[in-house]
Nanobody, 115 residues
């Protein structure tokens, strides 16, 4: 069983930065993919950024150039560096990991960007 614990959310002004962290109970190097999704009030959960086992990244168009996903396999932690934040980035951000057998989700961390 994989457990994912997010941290780093909070309130920030537009144009500011935050870094989210996701600590995994399993080895991040063993996951087929790991990344971040978000869900704003009244909207569906959407992909933000993912990182494949091979190192390929995939970003939502709305965050490309502003957000960067990375991982530290030694710490089994995935990060999401968020720069130039906009009010429309306000959402609950969820860590996600996929293995051959199942998908796993964290409990989410709130990010609020004020204008």
């Amino acid at each position: 069983q994989v457990q994912l614990v997010e941290s780093g959310g909070g309130l920030v002004q537009a144009g500011g930065s935050l870094r989210l962290s996701c600590a995994a109970s399993g080895r991040t190097s063993s996951f087929n993919a790991i990344g971040w999704y978000r869900q704003a009030p009244g909207k569906q959960r959407e992909l933000v950024a993912t990182l494949s086992r091979g190192g390929s990244t995939n970003y939502a168009g709305s965050v490309k150039g502003r957000f960067t996903i990375s991982k530290d396999n030694a710490k089994n932690t995935v990060y999401l560096q968020m720069n130039s934040l906009k009010p429309e980035d306000t959402a609950v951000y969820y860590c996600y990991a996929a293995t051959f057998f199942s998908d796993y989700w964290g409990q989410g961390t709130q990010v609020t960007v004020s204008s």
